[in-house]
């Protein structure tokens, strides 16, 4: 009996430690799970970048001209998947802007603005997004469930809470310049690059959404990978150790 309670204790206590991505099916996910999820998790990752670096030239703060009905695709990696410009004003630059020019004006004097880097294509991150869409109809949703069973051909790579204005020119110009300076570093094998990329123009800040190949597929083997972005005047780079993107003994990305 005593063994038996202890066994019990013991799960217990490991349930209690795992991360709710690890114990928690994500139909029974809480709106704070899903935010954790989007913000900070293994698959997304703040990057702190100078304010002076990332501030478009000339840029005053006031809004981009683009309206959310006016945004700029140049591409479309993945049309399948939820809305990356759904949380597109919820970190960094973008939710400064929020509170008006004020708040803008106050945040131009901050050292760094922060920006999200999110693997959009991997599992948690789609589970995540349809939970958030659906609510609590996620389980029986026939549209959720299409989304989440779909293919994923490329590793979709998203940075968000870029200013708008922060890439200007031709878009196809811009997509071949992005494209050309994007990559994912990995140990030993040469900089596999992008094959697509988009970028959502909105009133207040912008997504930028990279596709890069499977068809050299990253595994545990590779044990970290680096993204870099370069954006006209500043560089975003993010490292992701994929052991801890690991969910049932396999590698989610």
Not at 64 to 83: A, F, H, K, T
Not at 92 to 113: C, D, L, N, T
Not at 174 to 190: C, H, N
Not at 245 to 253: A, F, T
């Amino acid at each position: 009996m005593k063994k038996l309670a202890s066994s019990v204790l013991l799960l217990s206590l490991s349930l209690w430690a795992a991360d709710f991505w690890q114990s928690k099916d994500y139909t029974a996910w809480s709106d704070k799970d899903v935010r954790r999820m989007l913000d900070s998790s293994p698959w997304s990752k703040p990057v702190n970048v100078s304010l002076s670096a990332a501030l478009p030239g000339g840029s005053t703060g006031r809004k981009g001209s683009g309206g959310r009905g006016s945004i700029s695709e140049v591409g479309n990696p993945n049309p399948r998947m939820p809305d990356p410009m759904t949380d597109a004003t919820s970190s960094g630059i973008g939710q400064q802007q929020r509170g008006g020019q004020a708040e803008m004006e106050q945040a131009a004097s901050a050292p760094s603005v922060v920006f999200t880097v999110r693997w959009e294509s991997a599992l948690p991150v789609r589970q995540a997004r349809v939970r958030a869409k659906y609510g609590s109809e996620v389980g029986t949703s026939a549209e959720a469930k299409k989304i989440l069973d779909a293919p994923e051909p490329t590793y979709i790579i998203t940075v968000s809470g870029l200013m708008s204005g922060t890439l200007e020119g031709g878009d196809e110009a811009m997509k071949k310049k992005v494209m050309a300076d994007a990559a994912l570093l990995v140990k030993g094998r040469l900089p596999i690059r992008p094959v697509d990329f988009m970028l959502q123009r909105g009133d207040e800040a912008s997504v930028a959404v990279f596709a890069f190949p499977r068809t050299e597929p990253l595994s545990l083997d590779d044990k970290e990978v680096d993204f870099t972005a370069k954006f006209n005047s500043f560089t975003v780079k993010q490292r992701f150790p994929l052991k801890s993107m690991v969910i049932n003994g396999r590698l989610e990305l």
